[in-house]
């Protein structure tokens, strides 16, 4: 049972514009959230976390934003630009495990 | 360094045969990853080892599938006999423990494999 979701499988922003990626999660012992950013024919690499304990954090053009009651959280980009497009995979841990579990990805294209 | 190494990156084969997928970590990291992309799932965790030891193969699909890690730098999947539901991208990734709980750390993946079972 997927217990990361990305429902958005794809999204389309203009250069300047802002990006938000979604992700909803399920289980509620998730205590720390990572996006990672995959290019083709790549593995993928890490761009950001928060801890549960946040409720936003910033890295420069990068923001997520965690909404524990919801049990939802988002990437911001700002401004995107052509080289962020790739697929962005939202990820989760629990406090008790040392493994991640992914969602399924979002492909974003950023359109110069 | 060079990263996590990864071979074959693509892989053909036929229904039946056996695959076997090749993962070097990064020197020093003393967890690996198993995973499997597809489209449907993401990015699933078939199987992690920590200083060689697997710890949670919860995530391998089917007996077909089996995984070692004779030593620190080396580590194999296996999946005997293939079949085509298989075909998907294969990432090994591998991080280092260095707060208390490995998932604060980074996990540094491979380019993958790309397996095509026909």
């Known amino acids: 049972d997927q217990q990361v979701k990305q429902n958005s499988p794809s999204l389309s922003v203009q250069e300047g514009r802002i990006s938000i990626l979604n992700c909803d999660y399920t289980?509620?012992?998730?205590?720390?959230f990572l996006w990672y950013k995959k290019y083709p024919a790549e593995g993928p690499t890490f761009l950001i976390s928060i801890s549960s304990i946040k409720d936003k954090n910033e890295d420069g053009r990068f923001t997520v934003f965690l909404n524990k009651s919801a049990k939802h959280l988002s990437l911001h980009i700002v401004p995107s630009q052509p080289g962020d497009s790739a697929v962005y995979f939202c990820?989760?841990?629990?406090?008790?495990?040392?493994?991640?579990?992914f969602g399924t990805g979002t492909s974003l294209t950023v359109i110069p | 360094d060079a990263g996590v190494i990864q071979s074959p990156r693509h892989e053909v084969t036929e229904m039946g045969q056996e695959v076997t997928l090749r993962c070097k970590p990064i020197s020093g990291h003393d967890y690996l990853f198993w995973y499997r992309q597809t489209m449907m799932r993401g990015l699933e965790l078939l199987i992690y080892f920590n200083n060689n030891v697997p710890i949670d193969d919860s995530g391998m699909p089917e007996d077909r599938f089996s995984a070692k890690m004779p030593n620190a730098s080396f580590s194999t999947l296996k999946i005997q006999p293939s079949e085509p539901r298989d075909s998907a991208v294969y990432f090994c990734?591998?991080?280092?423990?260095?707060?208390?709980?490995?998932?604060?750390?980074?996990?540094?993946f491979g380019p993958g494999t790309r397996l095509t079972v026909l």
């Open positions: 289980n509620s012992m998730f205590d720390y």
């Open positions: 990734a591998s991080s280092t423990q260095t707060s208390g709980r490995s998932s604060y750390n980074e996990q540094f």
């Open positions: 990820a989760a841990s629990l406090l008790t495990g040392n493994q991640f579990y």
